[in-house]
């Protein structure tokens, strides 16, 4: 059974920094691209950004491009979002996510819960 669990939500201040993680188990996590994806309620899903099965290679939402860094260990079956210089508008829920391919239009086929993320001063 494929299992996503995220990680380090919280409440922050603008300008702060929170690491997200996940774990995956039930597939072989090192042969997937990996992702994040953000909602906020009311409003449809965001692709955050997403990594090859590699790691190498990564890719971002604009408005998230040079605060948001997304890494994985393969031999830890983690996944991480490094999220820095927090604004209020990356308040969201988070989901850790499975990606069908490269393209954000291939979309995901497994999902996290989410863990909550709050900025505010």
């Known amino acids: 059974e494929v299992q996503l669990v995220e990680s380090g939500g919280g409440l922050v201040q603008p300008g702060e920094s929170l690491r997200l993680s996940c774990t995956a188990s039930?597939?072989?996590?090192?042969?997937?691209?990996m992702g994040w994806v953000r909602q906020v309620p009311g409003k449809g899903l965001e692709w955050v950004s997403i990594?090859?099965?590699?790691?190498?290679?990564?890719k971002y939402t604009d408005s998230v491009k040079g605060r948001f860094t997304i890494s994985r260990d393969n031999a830890r079956n983690t996944l991480f979002l490094q999220m820095n210089s927090l604004k209020s508008e990356d308040a969201a829920m988070y989901y850790c996510?499975?990606?069908?391919?490269?393209?954000?239009?291939?979309?995901?086929?497994?999902w996290g819960p989410g863990t909550q993320v709050l900025v505010s001063s």
């Open positions: 039930g597939f072989d996590f090192g042969r997937y691209f």
């Open positions: 990594t090859y099965p590699d790691g190498k290679t990564s």
């Open positions: 996510s499975r990606f069908r391919g490269w393209e954000w239009s291939e979309g995901r086929d497994y």
